[in-house]
């Protein structure tokens, strides 16, 4: 093997690259990005778990000549293993300066693009469906999207956009389709006319590359690849495999690539020998058999998947039952991307405990054949001993796995596979299970069983003695009962196990069995065989997991028919830049081209949570390829002492100490991101430990705090518990939440070689924050600093301020070295380094009456701050204005304790805080009803506000629209009748349960620090052609801002829509912005552009006298030539609000206005496993006279969709040491394309204006968040249910986020009560609730 490197040959977009020096490292990713200049596809985790990556691979099947495409995540795509084949990106479909693609054109026109970093990747999934079926289904489309993820629009418009190009869409009547017919011109429920598409025509797409296709010069023949540290070998022939693996019994053997290109990303594994078994003719074979079916090892599983269901479709059912089981678990399989390209073989051999098909593959009885060049051919039985330990297998180094063995099943042998995930689709198992049973013939004797699981061990298992105990037994009830013990007994777990969750997880594994007892009783009873049939209210406990396509509706008001046609203002239009970013044209900060001698930088950041820093010693790391200099505190030119908001409480690189796991102790830069990371992993940090405190009542015992506490109280709350007929105590805890946009935190900083200038390019939502600490620390006047930002991939407040852990180091590094520096955190970096949503605890005590009135409330709240200020005080303020949710609160006590802990600083999460504290009001009201034994709707509706009613901070509430809301959602949603039927379908079921829970919200409106409340803007009229630049203090993040901005500058200035253009947001055009927060934007630069709009107007009024006939363009051009000023700023700050004086707790109107919604959602859970299903979720929203119902309602539905996050799957999980163990999509769950409301169902509220924001709109950004808890609550209700059919009803306590394992364990049953939780104390948890 000592032959020069082999050239990769493969084609992009049509065009041919030849490589000589292909790096088996490299990523495909990273190659288009990098060399090809390709930006378009972009870099959301690296790990496969969010598809923004998504590209589309053709290859031509030898020797059918068949040419197929695949879509593929290119962040695990080895670059070396594109050879011969031909990717298609983003940018190689169409382009705004050609041609849109259909695809690209529906998803920017049905509103499918917010930030527009998802986009590219969504557009590359469709784009292969379609090349690969000409009308899917709405099915078959939704699961191609199992492997992307969008953080902004909540999936809803997406799939309606690209509902258009399937079955469903059209009735058949082709062109005569109403639906292509223009809509009723006064219709108000579309937000998009789908008669405008262009139409898909498939012959158009481009060719495969006919070199390929003629010639297979590039698939025969021995391929070798050497990099820096990896040599890539390619065999084509068995015999070429098994000689390179005598040879290399070390190497790794690579086909998907999504295993091991996990472990090099991120668990630091370097392989020096890859070998590819993708081109050997036995590896790919497919042999049906007397048996079974044998598949080669490389055979993807997607196309394992295809034949399994062609073989399904043709045999007798009873033969398939393993085949219908592997069917099954594929569906929750990673997504399309993984499966297109990982093999039987890799999840096999990678031996993970949690694999989805080793389970079956044991109880199934598959056997394979492994050979080796030595000793040939030998075949294994995949049971109990194939597995030797952790990741461990009999098969030796040199041998290769060639084919698995797949059985057919007999008449009298039942099979059945389960798999439990913290979200169903694309994620790895909590507990999965095989389980097989063989009767005597024609009875129900067990013959044989198998039972296997995997997620209970280092290694899938056998629950062996289980099954041998059971042979000889009938199949009848007290089986079941026999076999809860000898499974706890077979599949022991210890309190502190890895993984956690234990009690859960052995729950399960006895929960799966009585699922597979009722199955096949079911069949046997079905078959006549056996005494007993399953009662019916147990069959709930059986169907398979079925979905129904999307059914939506979106209702606002349309703009009145005299509306001017110019004037833009209340028009659904799509986001502005939404085609460039459906093309990939669209710039994000790190798609900026390199400049000569640009360097990346990478993070050192502490692994200790608490400790004095003895020694930093970056000797080694300097020494290291490609790299040029390490930063720590002694080289911040300036101050080194900084923070973002009042308190100035942190470091730019810590000096003495650091107080948690991924603080910020230096920084290396290098030529390129790799060996930058590889060398900040090489520098030595030196600690003395110190005790740590990690979770808040860790803090409350330490009396750990930042300062101040806050206290607000109104009326005599003594009295009113001496007034109450009764008083509830309670605890909530609310979880934290990881941003996850999509796009993470990213700097390019650049100096200019005088004076200390520096232009500095990024993803903040705050660059004069940005601008302000890059002064300080470098010690120059804020004059020499540019903080410049096109648009963010998404922020979510994660950009208000943690940006600066990024941004300040970089521009040091980029002072200090005097040349341009990048870097864009990994997803792992960014989660571990820069905070999230602050965990709350409330503790209430609430007085009431017999009728549900609350009359007294004391509540502490606190939030784990983690180890600094930042904006925690402000966070738990909003909290305590939130506290009263939607209710008259006459006596009201409240206090908010900033706790002090060792993990990363929490920070900005739209709600700021708001959904927290409403969230404990809330749940103290539904144990005023479940207590009272009424129904939680009539407690809301006796203790709800009313117009004019003054809130506990002493504001008065105007234009209350809260109970207009409720009414209009209760009605829209058929709630009383729903209630009904779900409760028939929960007294005729028993396993499965509904529930249904309407949530009222109200959000104050502006920054409660009340100098934030100012905006500027800067408007530019040309003079040659009328156009106008407007520049104001607010991002662009994907919430359709600049869309908003253009359509009150069309209106105030009387001009197209067209007209108009915002390029960027910049600190030397608008200064001293306030963060793009708080939902304030629209409000404060809508009025900040509509002064500077109506100078302008003033200006040119005199030529528009003059020439009353005019146009725009001859009024700009006459005022030109008449010397005035075609440019102005603007500036706007809110009227009479002065905030909360807490000194004398007397409140000043803190809140402008407030924006008000309702929503009510219906839920079904799986009592035996924790899953739930979101039936229906209608809300009503009143956002003023909308300025754009489409951006409206795409906040309302992507506020929604991150709420539900929120309250049901997203869970951050710590260790005790206070290490984020879940750092990426793969083990921290994001709702996906699966989690949309089956049926959705928005309106805007009509006819309700607001006096006190521009052109009568309301904010909506973090509004709607808080009705996601409609599901928390609908989920409660649905426990409730099965608590009650367990002699357990009324009050119990759920914590939210309500994960499975919370649904799961709160349904009490024999299976639960056997695992009860051990003693806190007795063990060390694997993690915590922080
Ligand atoms: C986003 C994502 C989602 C995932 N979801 C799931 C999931 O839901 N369920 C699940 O079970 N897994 C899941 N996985 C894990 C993974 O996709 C599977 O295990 C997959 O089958 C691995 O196949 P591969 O071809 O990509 O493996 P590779 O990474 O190419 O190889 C994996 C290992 O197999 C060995 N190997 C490969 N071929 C042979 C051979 N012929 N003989 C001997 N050894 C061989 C290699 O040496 C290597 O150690 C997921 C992974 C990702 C990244
Ligand atoms: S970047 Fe590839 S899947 Fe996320
Ligand atoms: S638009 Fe999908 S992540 Fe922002």
Redesign the pocket.
């Known amino acids: 093997m000592d032959c020069d490197s082999d050239e990769l040959v493969f084609f992009v977009n049509g065009k041919k690259v030849v490589e000589k020096n292909a790096d088996p490292e490299t990523t495909l990713l990273h190659y288009l990005r990098t060399k090809l200049r390709l930006t378009g596809t972009k870099l959301g985790c690296a ?3 969010c598809g923004a990556c998504t590209v589309m691979v053709s290859k031509c099947e030898r020797p059918s000549g068949n040419i197929i495409h695949y879509s593929v ?1 290119a962040c ?1 795509a080895p670059v070396c293993a594109m050879h011969g084949l031909a990717v298609t990106t983003v940018e190689g479909i169409g382009s705004t300066k050609t041609q849109l693609h259909p695809v690209q054109e529906r998803i920017a026109k049905s509103h499918g693009s917010q930030c527009g970093f998802c986009t590219p990747g969504i557009v590359m999934s469709m784009y292969t469906l379609l090349r690969n079926t000409r009308q899917p289904s709405m099915e078959t489309m939704e699961n191609a999207f199992q ?1 992307n993820l969008c953080r902004c629009t909540g999936y809803r418009p997406i799939l309606e956009g690209f509902k258009t190009f399937t079955k469903e869409f059209y009735c058949g009547q082709g062109e005569n389709c109403c639906k292509n017919g223009p809509l009723n011109p006064r219709e108000n429920d579309r937000l998009f006319e789908p008669s405008e598409f262009v139409p898909l025509d498939q012959t158009q797409e481009p060719i495969f590359p006919p070199e390929l296709q003629l010639s297979n010069k590039l698939d025969n023949k021995l391929l070798v690849f050497r990099g820096e540290r990896t040599t890539w070998l390619r065999p084509v022939t068995l015999n070429e495999l098994l000689d390179l693996k005598a040879k290399h019994p070390q190497s ?11 472990e090099v990303k991120f668990k630091n594994m370097t392989y020096p020998v890859i070998i590819a ?1 993708t081109h050997v003719p036995e ?1 790919l074979e497919v042999k049906h058999t007397n048996t079974g079916i044998t598949f080669g ?2 055979v993807s ?1 997607s196309r394992l998947n295809q034949i399994l269901v062609e073989t399904v479709n043709k045999l007798p059912e009873h033969k398939t039952r393993v085949f219908a089981a592997i069917i099954e678990m594929l569906r ?4 399309d991307q ?1 499966r297109n ?10 031996a ?1 405990p ?4 080793n389970p079956i593959f044991m109880s199934a009885g598959c056997s394979l054949i ?1 050979s080796s060049k030595e000793r040939g051919a030998r075949e294994l039985l995949l049971d109990h001993s194939f597995f030797l330990g952790y990741r461990r297998t009999v ?1 030796e180094p040199d ?4 084919s698995v063995h797949v059985p057919f099943t007999s008449e009298n042998e039942y099979f059945y596979a389960y798999k439990q ?1 913290q979200r169903r689709e ?4 909590i507990v999965n299970a095989a389980m097989k049973v063989e009767f005597e013939q024609g009875g129900n004797t067990i013959k044989q069983m198998a039972l296997s699981f995997g997620g209970m061990a280092p290694t899938t298992v056998m629950a062996l003695r289980a099954a041998q105990q059971a042979v000889g037994r009938k199949w009848e009830d007290d089986l079941v009962t026999d076999m809860c013990g000898w499974l706890a007994d077979d599949l022991p777990l210890t309190p502190d196990a890895p993984g956690g969750q234990t009690e859960y997880r052995r729950t399960l594994t006895t929960s799966f069995f009585f699922k597979f007892y009722l199955s096949v009783q079911m069949r046997l009873s079905e078959a006549k065989v056996g005494l007993s049939n399953v009662p019916r209210s147990y069959r709930s406990a059986l169907p398979v997991y079925h979905r129904e396509p999307i059914k939506s509706t979106q209702v606002y008001e349309e703009v009145p028919e005299a509306q001017s046609e110019k004037d833009a203002v209340g028009r659904p239009l799509p986001h502005k830049a939404g085609s460039q970013q459906a093309t990939g044209e669209a710039q994000y900060c790190d798609d900026m081209p390199y400049a000569d001698g640009e360097l990346y930088l990478a993070l050192v950041t502490s692994t200790r949570p608490h400790a004095k820093i003895l020694n930093i010693d970056a000797s080694d790391a300097l020494k290291m390829t490609g790299v040029k200099a390490f930063f720590c505190h002694k080289d911040v030119p300036g101050n080194n002492t900084e923070g973002p908001a009042a308190v100035k409480d942190e470091e730019v690189f810590a000096s003495e100490k650091v107080t948690c796991v991924g603080q910020v102790i230096g920084a290396v830069v290098a030529d390129n991101q790799v060996h930058a990371q590889r060398a900040a992993k090489a520098v030595i940090v030196e600690y003395e430990d110190l005790p740590a405190i990690v979770t808040i009542e860790e803090a409350i015992e330490a009396g750990s705090f930042h300062p101040p506490a806050r206290s607000m109280s109104c009326g005599d709350v003594d009295q009113g518990f001496a007034q109450s007929d009764h008083v509830l105590t309670g605890e909530k805890r609310v979880g934290g939440q990881e941003h996850f946009y999509l796009e993470t935190q990213v700097t390019r900083a650049v100096p200019r070689g005088e004076d200390g200038e520096m232009e500095v390019f990024s993803s903040t939502q705050a660059p004069s924050i940005g601008q302000f600490m890059i002064a300080s620390a470098l010690g120059v006047p804020a004059n020499r600093i540019t903080v410049r930002v096109k648009r963010l991939g998404g922020g979510f407040g994660g950009k208000e301020t943690r940006f600066h852990v990024l941004m300040v180091p970089v521009a040091v590094a980029a002072f200090k070295l005097n040349c341009p520096v990048r870097c864009m955190l990994d997803r792992d970096e960014d989660m571990l380094v820069t905070g999230g949503r602050h965990p709350f605890l409330g503790k209430y005590k609430v007085g009431f009456s017999n009728s549900g009135k609350i009359l007294a409330l004391d509540a502490a709240l606190y939030s784990n701050a983690g180890n600094s200020a930042d904006l925690s005080l402000a966070v738990m303020e909003r909290a305590m204005f939130h506290i009263d949710s939607c209710y008259k609160l006459h006596n009201v006590r409240v206090v908010g304790h900033l706790c002090k802990t060792n993990l990363p600083s929490n920070t900005a999460f739209r709600g700021f805080g708001g959904p927290q504290g409403l969230m404990i009001m809330e749940t103290l009201i539904n144990d005023i009803a479940d207590y009272l034994g009424v129904s939680p709707l009539e407690v809301r509706e006796l203790n709800m506000y009313k117009e004019n009613d003054v809130t506990h901070f002493d504001q008065k509430l105007v234009n209350c629209n809260i109970r207009r809301c409720w009414d209009e959602v209760i009605k829209q949603s058929n709630f009383h009748r729903r209630r009904q039927e779900i409760d028939i379908y929960n007294s005729e079921n028993r396993w499965k349960k509904r529930g249904i829970a309407v949530i009222p919200t109200k959000f104050g409106i502006s920054f409660t620090a009340t100098f934030l409340n100012q905006g500027g803007a800067l408007v530019h009229v040309y003079q040659n052609d009328g156009s106008v630049l407007i520049t104001h203090g607010g991002t662009e993040m994907g919430q359709g801002l600049h869309t908003k901005m253009s359509q009150v500058a069309s209106r105030a200035l009387n001009i197209p829509i067209s007209k108009i253009h915002i390029s960027e947001t910049s600190t030397n055009m608008v200064p001293n912005a306030s963060a793009s927060a708080a939902s304030a934007c629209s409000d404060l630069y809508g009025m900040a552009i509509l002064n500077a709009c109506q100078i302008i107007m003033e200006r040119l009024e005199p030529y528009k006298i003059a020439n009353s006939k005019g146009t725009w363009e001859e009024w700009v051009k006459a005022a030109y030539f008449d010397r005035v000023s075609l440019s102005t700023t603007g500036f706007y700050k809110t009227p009479d609000i002065q905030g909360f004086d807490w000194e004398n707790n007397k409140g000043m109107m803190p809140f402008n206005y407030f924006t008000f919604g309702a929503a009510c959602s219906e839920v079904e859970i799986d009592c035996l496993t924790g899953d739930h299903t979101v039936l229906r979720t209608d809300i009503v929203m009143d956002v003023g006279t909308s300025l754009n119902p489409a951006i409206d309602i795409g906040q309302i539905e992507g506020a929604f969709a991150q709420g539900y996050g929120m309250f049901t799957i997203e869970q951050l999980k710590f260790s005790p040491q206070g290490s984020l163990i879940n750092r990426g ?2 083990a921290y769950k994001l709702p996906g394309f699966g989690d949309v409301p089956v049926e959705f169902n928005v309106s805007l509220l009509k006819g309700a204006s607001n006096p006190r924001a521009v052109y009568s709109s309301k904010a909506i950004g973090e509004p709607p968040l808080f009705l996601a808890s409609s599901v928390f609550f609908a989920i409660k209700d649905a426990i409730s249910s099965a608590r009650a059919d367990a002699g357990v009803p009324g009050l119990f306590k759920l914590d939210s986020p309500a994960t499975p394992e919370r649904i799961r364990m709160a349904c009490v049953d024999q299976f639960t009560k056997q695992f009860p939780p051990a003693e806190a104390g007795s063990y060390k948890p694997w993690f915590v609730h922080v």
């Open positions: 790990e496969g778990g995540n695990l492997g790794r053997m690579v086909v998907g690539n999504t295993e091991v290109g996990i078994p590896l090892s490389s599983l929750w399989f990673a997504g993984i390209v990982a093999a039987i073989s890799g999840n096999i051999m990678t993970s949690i694999s989805d098909l492994v098969v041998e290769v796995l060639i995930a694309d994620d790895i198992s999509p793969g």
